[in-house]
């Protein structure tokens, strides 16, 4: 859960480096936060305006943690776009962000690792 709440602290930083860690915990936890919020709205019965409110809210630090993640591999933030390519781009993002981090400093910062 401090994963999450790291990355929602840090809402819009786009600068510095994330660690495979702090990225797919942020996912799994919104994962679940999304499920849940959507068994909310299903038990209401009214459309999903929670799932709606939820996903626009963490969407910019969704974003951030991607461009922080791609910073740690040594790539830019804006591989972001590359998930526009129907299927491939999505691949292709999902392996860059399932990299390890390059072991020294690069010019995006410090390794977190460290």
Known sequence: MQWYLKVLQN???FQGRARR???WMFVLFSMI???IISL???LVGL???L???YSLA???PSLAVIARRLHDTGRTGWWILIGLIPLVGSIILIVFLCQDSQPAENKYGKNPKL
């Open 58 to 60: 963490v969407l910019l």
């Open 51 to 53: 799932t709606y409110l």
């Open 21 to 23: 860690t702090e990225y």
């Open 33 to 35: 936060a999304t499920f």
């Open 47 to 49: 459309t999903p305006i």
């Open 11 to 13: 809402y819009v930083g």
């Open 40 to 42: 909310i709205d299903g």
